[in-house]
């Protein structure tokens, strides 16, 4: 079975940055395909960007040059470094996983298997 755990999520003022992890526990390798999204309040979930099994990374047009997805492999880790923060960016973030290394219709989510639990982001203007 494999878990998922968030962190690094809070409070921070519009322009500022966070940095979210995603620690993974139980059977879970490096070609694994990885993603975060967010969901705001009265919203529907949204891709935020994804990192497949081959390392490659790709972004929602919302994010693209502010957020950054990486991956440390020997921590099983899957870290979202988010910039220029704005208050359109307030959401709950998800951490997923699923063991295809690459999926063509990332942004829905409906492809990974496992998700966390999420972590809160709050961008105050």
């Known amino acids: 079975q494999v878990q998922l755990v968030e962190s690094g999520g809070g409070s921070v003022q519009a322009g500022g940055s966070l940095r979210l992890s995603c620690a993974s526990y139980?059977?879970?390798?490096?070609?694994?395909?990885m993603g975060w999204f967010r969901q705001a309040p009265g919203k529907e979930r949204e891709g935020v960007g994804t990192?497949?099994?081959?390392?490659?990374?790709r972004y929602a047009d919302s994010v693209k040059g502010r957020f950054t997805i990486s991956k440390d492999d020997a921590k099983n880790t899957l870290y979202l470094q988010m910039n220029s923060l704005s208050p359109e960016d307030t959401a709950m973030y998800y951490c997923a996983a699923d063991p295809k290394p690459f999926i063509p219709t990332w942004s829905g989510g409906y492809e990974y298997k496992y998700w966390g639990q999420g972590t809160q982001v709050t961008v105050s203007s």
């Open positions: 139980g059977y879970i390798d490096s070609m694994y395909s």
């Open positions: 990192a497949d099994g081959d390392g490659s990374t």
